[in-house]
C-alpha cells in the first residue's frame, strides 16, 4: 500500500546497518546504531523546516498586539477577521503552518519503519493494526529464508538475533514477551511519552494559551497517552525509535528556542511568554514604590 515509502525507508536503514556494521560487526549493535542513526537522519533533514517554523511561531508572538487589535476592529465579522489576519502574516513573511511538513515526514516515516521492522517476523498475520496485514503467515523457516524489501535473507536472520539489554528488537509486549522483553519495553515506552508531554510544555509555553485550551489538554495528555498505549504493540525497535526522536526533539527545541530568544534579544525586543507578560504588567513601573497596601474587602 505504501511501498513508496517502505522501500526508501528501508533502504536508508539498510545503508546505516551497513555503516554501524563496519564499526561495531554485524551484531546487535549495529541494528540499534541504524534505528538511531536514521532519526538522526531524518531530524538533520528538516532542522531547517524545524527552524523556520520557530521563527514564524516567535514572529506571531511578535504580533499579538496587532492580531488582537483586528479581533477587537472586526469583533462579529470572522471572515475580515481572516483576510486581515493573512495579509499581516504576509506582511511579515510569517507563515502559520510551517510546521505540517516536519509533522507529516515524521509520520511517514514513521509507518514505514514500522511496517518494515515488523515485516522482519511475519510468522503471525497481525490483521488488527493498520497498513501491516501480511497475506498469510509464513513458517520461521520461511520467513528466515524471505528478503524484506531492502534487506536480504541474511539480513533478516541477523535482525532476528539481535536484542536490547536481552529484548529481542523484533518482540512486542503483545507477543508473550520475555520477562527482559518487558523490561525494555515498558522503560522505552514510559520514557517515550514523559518525552511527550515535556516536549509538549516547552512548546506550549512559548504559546498564546488563552483560546487554546483544547490543544493544551491535546498535547500535554492525550498525546503522552496514546504513546503509552502504542507502546503495547510496538516493537522494541520502534520504541528505540520513538525515544531517540522524541528526546531529539525535546533538545532540539531548548537550543533552537535559546537561539531565537538571542536573535530577539540582539534585536531589541526581547521574546517573552504569557506568563512573563502577566507578571511584567503587574510589576510596579521603575522608579515607583510597589503598593503593599492590604486589599479591604467591603462590608455589605
Known amino acids: ?62 504580533l499579538q498586539p496587532q492580531l488582537e487589535a483586528i479581533r477587537k476592529k472586526y469583533p462579529d465579522d470572522r471572515q475580515r477577521q481572516a483576510t486581515e489576519t493573512q495579509k499581516l502574516y504576509r506582511e511579515h513573511g510569517v507563515s502559520p503552518f510551517a510546521g505540517c511538513l516536519p509533522l507529516l515526514g515524521q509520520a511517514f516515516v514513521f509507518l514505514g519503519l514500522f511496517h518494515v521492522l515488523r515485516s522482519f517476523d511475519r510468522t503471525t498475520a497481525a490483521t488488527h493494526l493498520p497498513f501491516t496485514a501480511t497475506p498469510a503467515p509464513m513458517s520461521a523457516e520461511q520467513n528466515a529464508a524471505t528478503a524484506n524489501y531492502a534487506f536480504d535473507a541474511a539480513d533478516v536472520r541477523s535482525f532476528l538475533d539481535a536484542d536490547l539489554f536481552g529484548a529481542p528488537l523484533s ?30 510544555r516547552t512548546a506550549l509555553a512559548r504559546q498564546e494559551s488563552a483560546g487554546l485550551p483544547f490543544m493544551r489538554t491535546l498535547s500535554l495528555w492525550v498525546f503522552p497517552a496514546a504513546a503509552l498505549l502504542g507502546g503495547v504493540f510496538l516493537p522494541v525497535a520502534v520504541l528505540l525509535y520513538f525515544v531517540t526522536n522524541n528526546a531529539w526533539t525535546f533538545a532540539q527545541q531548548r537550543i533552537v528556542y535559546r537561539r531565537i530568544d538571542r536573535e530577539a534579544a540582539a534585536l531589541g525586543s526581547p521574546m517573552t511568554s504569557p506568563a512573563d507578560s502577566v507578571r511584567s504588567a503587574a510589576a510596579p513601573r521603575p522608579g515607583a514604590r510597589p503598593d503593599r497596601r492590604k486589599r479591604r474587602t467591603p462590608h455589605p
Not at 14 to 24: D, E, N, P, Q, Y
Request: hydrophobic fraction near 60%.
Open 1 to 62: 500500500m505504501l511501498d513508496f515509502v517502505y522501500y526508501p525507508v528501508s533502504a536508508a536503514l539498510s545503508l546505516w546497518h551497513t555503516a554501524a556494521a563496519a564499526v561495531v560487526g554485524s551484531g546487535s549493535l549495529a541494528w540499534i546504531g541504524a534505528v538511531i542513526l536514521l532519526v538522526m537522519t531524518l531530524r538533520a533533514a528538516l532542522f531547517p523546516v524545524f527552524l523556520k517554523q520557530a521563527r514564524s511561531q516567535a514572529a506571531i508572538r511578535r
Open 171 to 200: 518482540s512486542t509486549l503483545t507477543g508473550h514477551p520475555t520477562p527482559a522483553t518487558a523490561i525494555v519495553a515498558i522503560t522505552l515506552t514510559l520514557v517515550a511519552a514523559a518525552a511527550t508531554h515535556f516536549t509538549a
